[in-house]
DNA sequence: AAGCGAACTTAGCAAAATGGAC
DNA sequence: GTCCATTTTGCTAAGTTCGCTT
């Protein structure tokens, strides 16, 4: 039976490694590219993988719609076209890593020397910026300087034509506003005090601004608003210092931290526990920062703490979790008000007014002080990330709008007005100095805005991806190799879904995209079978075994690892991403690398969504919107952690599914029983069929299990009606009552239990017809639960999410839920709902 | 042509909210 | 209503892109 619903084996499982080897693919390869040439065929691919490559794209080379295949066959004899190219010998027993060395022929000067003797180690970095004093404690808080940079694109803001119009709802709200932006300001800086007395319930301001329905996107300006109104942003709540009897341990002994000392050590204890806390490289930084922290901050007691393994931290975690216990215990009115409270006093953040419009802002607060979680082996994690202060914030707002006061005795950064972006605030971050920036919520105008001009893109790459892969297919056999990689690159991006991949630096995780493969990552296996094996974003593992590639994409790809290069040596050495994507414009305005994810997820789905069953249950419809959602997920490799209790769900799972099937052997013997036209079974062959592993020790359990519950049912019932005949002043059923009830049901089952095992289960007064159609009944919900249970198996590791929130155009699920009468909701959470407000209106008949 | 700054999208995980079983 | 598992939302890290500078 449900091989699904035991856990797919091994292979789904290493699916992703929480914490992979950077350099995974460096032995297996050899291993891989060394098997001897099996010729043609017998390719023992896993399921796994065939499964994958049933999405249109996957399987890269049976395209759908394409124009290839053209003349990759003829060029197979010719090989070596020219002095840029030197095609290893035709591949013969030998592999292709170890192809007989052969030095590369001159070709362009720079990128050979390259692989000279030595494989360049890993990839040539950025010429290092320096390293900054590690101290980092000491934070540069200079201020940003007003105007460094011109913005991206001209002028900001200056009056322009299109004034914003005054509605009512604006209006009200300006109302308002004088009276929000003070006391904005004000409650901040006394945090909790609740003052202000006036926002009051701004009424439904029904506006429902439909700039959708107007010209379609953002155009060709470049300014994206007229005027922009806001309060800033919300900083978190200074340190509360721990009770008294809250300290940490050094070498078994209270230390008396400084209060910075202490905040900090509270950021680790928040860790305990948690992967990262066993994280080699997570302690070190953290450590060091605390040190730094300590210097500056001394214990009052004078301990010198100098060792990490004599800290502990557990004091303080005891402490958070005894707080956390208290807030869970809170009763349902007190979190209530708690909640109201806070809300209140994040009232006047929520929202800006932009083009009179009242808009949601989205992370209008500031990231609090933290120890930085950087995922998969980031060099950085661990550090101490700082809090930020008003001096580092520079406010965007508009040229006329009031600036919002900085909390009380401090200054922001700098302000300015530029209506040519989109934040209202931003800050430098200290770990990686990355921007921050504070945008408005993906329900805005302007995110909505970005998000289907960015569909509209993806859609009008379906009027060149002919000529595009005509092209790179061609480019595939180019004479020069820059030409070449270029082409391979783009049939990668476009046919695997792969990322871009710009180079990363020494100072962040080693994950990489197309352009930033190495050879490391890429094995081969005649004649066309190509396993990618390497870290993409998030240090998420893409992991793709035995993926049919045009055959000239894998000559390619042997000749680009060709030695001398190693395994850590890039793949594409001529080009970069920003190659790759000024070939990607030439095509078409606005074209890139990532387009074709948006593209090709959205086209899938949309093919996929064809296998909707058009009569069918609602519920048999989402399925069948799930599995096109999952397929596009895989196409993105887009993962998740299996829950903690997969198991133990999935076992319950099976346990319920055996449940059916023993309603369903009840039901079977029964009928058999009374059957009396045997044209039932020509009918319905099945109903001969015995359940699958329905083992009689099961059966007695499950049997004995039910009884049990039934009694307790019974002993419930037997104390309510007591109640019941007390609050009615009768009088009460004696325990025996009781007793005697719990005796029937104990016969009941008794019997039932003979009867099974006998065979011949009561039939009472049914007759054929009932049976059947109990039977019927019994069976579908039976398949019913086995392709959830086995859609819920497949789906552990996928993440669903982030394909729904990013790549698939909502308007073609709009247009799915209208055409087959599924209600949106059943698809889009609320706040996907409001994010894809644009797409509802999306009429059946639309197509991507 | 490489490198950087800036701004924006995309991403998985953890916390919070919800909803279904009891 | 309570409890628990699942779903949704929040958070912020990690990408891509593109223009500007050197």
Same mark, same amino acid.
């Given at each position: 039976m449900s091989k699904n619903l035991k856990r797919t084996a091994s292979t789904e499982n290493d699916k992703k490694p929480k914490k992979a080897k950077q350099n995974i693919g460096s032995d297996s390869e050899s291993e891989l590219s060394d098997a001897p040439e099996i010729n043609g065929d017998?390719?023992?691919?896993?399921?796994?993988?065939?499964?994958?490559?049933?999405?249109?794209?996957?399987?890269?080379?049976?395209?759908?719609?394409?124009?290839?295949?053209? %003349?990759?066959?003829?060029?197979?004899?010719?090989?070596?076209?020219?002095?840029?190219?030197?095609?290893? %010998?035709e591949p013969k027993s030998e592999s292709e890593s170890d192809a007989p060395k052969k030095s590369t022929k001159k070709s362009n000067k720079d990128d050979d020397d390259e692989f000279g003797d030595k494989p360049k180690p890993k990839k040539s970095r950025k010429s290092a910026p320096v390293k900054k004093e590690e101290s980092d404690a000491d934070d540069d808080d200079e201020p940003r300087k007003p105007a460094k940079k011109a913005p991206r694109k001209s002028s900001?803001?200056?009056? %322009?034509?299109?004034?914003?119009?005054?509605?009512?709802a604006s209006k009200s709200l300006e109302d308002t506003k004088e009276g929000t932006l003070l006391d904005a300001v004000r409650l901040q800086a006394h945090y909790l005090q609740n003052a202000n007395g006036d926002v009051k319930e701004e009424g439904?301001?029904?506006?429902?601004?439909?700039?959708? #329905?107007?010209?379609?996107?953002?155009?060709?300006?470049t300014e994206r608003w007229t005027?922009?109104? &806001?309060?800033?942003v919300f900083f978190p709540p200074e340190y509360v210092p721990l009770p008294k009897q809250v300290r940490m341990k050094y070498d078994?002994?209270?230390?008396?931290?400084?209060?910075?000392?202490?905040?900090?050590?509270?950021?680790? #204890? #928040?860790?305990?526990?948690?992967? @990262?806390? #066993?994280?080699?490289?997570?302690?070190?930084?953290?450590? &060091?920062?605390?040190?730094?922290?300590?210097?500056?901050?001394?214990?009052?007691?004078?301990t010198k703490i100098k060792e990490f393994s004599k800290c502990d931290f557990q004091p303080i975690r005891d402490h958070l979790d005894r707080e956390k216990e208290k807030k869970k215990a809170m009763t349902k009115d007190e979190k209530k008000q708690a909640k109201e409270q806070r809300e209140e006093i994040e009232?006047?953040?929520?929202?800006?007014?932009?083009?009179?419009?009242?808009?949601?802002?989205?992370?209008?607060?500031?990231e609090p002080p933290s120890l930085f979680r950087g995922r998969g082996a980031h060099p950085k994690k661990g550090k101490l990330k700082l809090r930020i202060k008003p001096e580092q914030i520079t406010i965007n707002i508009g040229k006329d709008a009031t600036v919002p006061d900085p909390p009380a005795g401090t200054n922001w950064g700098s302000v300015q007005h530029d209506n040519t972006v989109t934040w209202l605030a931003t800050w430098k971050e200290n770990i990686n100095g990355a921007y921050k920036y504070v945008y408005l919520a993906p329900g805005s105008t302007l995110k909505g805005q970005s998000d289907m001009s960015k569909f509209e893109k993806a859609r009008e790459l379906k009027n060149y991806i002919g000529k595009i892969r005509q092209s790179y297919e061609g480019d595939l056999q180019n004479k020069v190799m820059f030409d070449r990689q270029r082409a391979t690159a783009a049939y990668l991006v476009d046919r695997l879904a792969l990322r871009a991949g710009n180079e990363k630096g020494e100072d962040e995780a080693d994950t990489v995209g197309c352009c930033s493969l190495r050879c490391e990552h890429v094995m081969l296996r005649p004649p066309n079978l190509v396993t990618f094996d390497f870290l993409g974003k998030d240090s998420v593992r893409f992991y793709?075994?035995?993926?049919?590639?045009?055959?000239?994409?894998?000559?390619?790809?042997?000749?680009?690892?060709?030695?001398?290069?190693?395994?850590?040596?890039?793949?594409?050495?001529?080009? @970069?991403?920003?190659?790759?994507?000024?070939?990607?414009?030439?095509?078409? /305005?606005?074209?890139?690398? /990532?387009?074709?994810?948006?593209?090709?997820?959205?086209?899938t789905f949309q093919e996929e969504l064809k296998q909707t069953p058009q009569e069918g249950t609602v519920a048999e419809k989402l399925l069948a919107f799930n599995r096109a959602n999952r397929n596009v997920a895989i196409l993105c490799n887009h993962q998740k952690n299996v829950s903690k209790n997969h198991d133990a769900a999935m076992d319950k799972m099976g346990d319920r599914l055996k449940a059916l099937k023993y309603q369903r052997r009840k039901l079977r013997q029964m009928l058999a029983q009374v059957v009396d036209d045997k044209d039932v079974y020509k009918e319905h062959p099945s109903f001969k069929e015995e359940e699958s592993d329905l083992e009689d020790e099961w059966m007695d359990a499950h049997e004995e299990n039910e009884r049990d519950k039934e009694i307790e049912r019974q002993k419930k019932k037997f104390e309510r009606e007591n109640e019941k005949l007390r609050s009615e002043d009768q009088k009460e059923m004696k325990p025996g009552e009781l007793e005697d009830r719990i005796k029937d049901v104990e016969e009941k089952w008794k019997t039932i239990t003979k009867e099974r095992r006998s065979g011949k289960p009561d039939v009472g007064k049914k007759n054929q017809t009932q049976l059947v159609t109990s039977m019927q009944k019994i069976e579908d919900r039976l398949e019913a639960f086995r392709v959830n249970a086995s859609n819920k198996d497949e789906v552990k590791d996928v993440s669903l999410g982030t394909s729904k929130i990013n790549y698939i155009d909502p308007r073609i699920t709009v247009a799915w839920c209208?055409?087959?009468?599924?209600?949106?909701?059943?698809?889009?959470a609320k706040t996907l709902l409001t994010k894809f407000t644009w797409a509802m209106e999306t009429s059946p008949e639309w197509k991507f």
């Open positions: 017998a390719q023992p691919q896993t399921q796994v993988k065939q499964e994958a490559s049933q999405s249109p794209i996957k399987n890269a080379v049976d395209t759908t719609e394409t124009t290839n295949n053209t %003349n990759d066959a003829k060029d197979a004899p010719k090989k070596d076209e020219d002095t840029h190219m030197d095609e290893p %010998n900001t803001s200056t009056k %322009n034509s299109q004034k914003p119009q005054k509605t009512p439904e301001e029904e506006e429902d601004y439909k700039w959708w #329905a107007e010209q379609g996107g953002f155009g060709d300006g005027t922009l109104e &806001h309060n800033g078994g002994k209270i230390v008396e931290l400084s209060q910075e000392a202490e905040e900090v050590a509270g950021f680790y #204890a #928040a860790v305990l526990g948690s992967d @990262h806390a #066993a994280d080699e490289v997570f302690n070190k930084n953290f450590f &060091h920062d605390f040190l730094t922290v300590l210097k500056d901050h001394p214990p009052l007691d004078g009232k006047p953040f929520t929202h800006c007014l932009l083009d009179g419009r009242k808009e949601k802002v989205g992370n209008f607060r500031i793709q075994e035995d993926i049919k590639v045009e055959p000239q994409v894998f000559k390619n790809l042997r000749i680009f690892k060709k030695e001398p290069k190693g395994p850590q040596d890039p793949i594409f050495d001529r080009i @970069h991403t920003t190659v790759l994507n000024n070939y990607f414009r030439n095509f078409m /305005k606005g074209l890139s690398a /990532k387009v074709f994810r948006t593209y090709n997820a959205s086209i209208k055409a087959y009468e599924v209600p949106v909701e059943k698809v889009f």
